[in-house]
């Protein structure tokens, strides 16, 4: 089960429902104590998207802000940048609040801040609110 992914789609071995659409299925979300993946066909697929989420500490490549600041997100490789309220906490975390919910945000990857061209940092993310 861990070698799964929020979103992922592909490798996971399951049919469709006899009648039905015909959908992909997604990883909707993980329960590491029962060992098992919840997945969701392709119209559900709102309910893998998360409006906010908190990293581990971050690596700051210019030092850490004092304040929440606006800043592009990204939480998947080749995304655009995400418009995101970031909120510095005082364990080094961040708490990050997307404008527009966000497809398959998953713990253990990295979200990276910047501005316009310049990467402010980045870590990982730890749970998504």
Known sequence: MHFYTLGQRGGLEIGG?????????????????????????????????????????????????G???MAGVKIRYRQPDQ????????DGSVHIRFDTPQWAATPGQTAALYAGERCLGGGVIEETL
């Open 17 to 65: 429902v006899r009648g039905g659409s015909g959908d992909p299925w997604y990883v909707a979300h993980k329960h590491t104590e029962r060992n098992a993946l919840i997945v969701v066909a392709a119209r559900e697929r709102d309910t893998v998207t998360t409006a906010a989420l908190r990293t581990g500490a971050i690596n700051w490549l210019a030092g850490p802000p």
């Open 67 to 69: 304040a929440p600041f």
């Open 83 to 90: 418009p995101a309220l970031v909120t510095p906490q005082a």
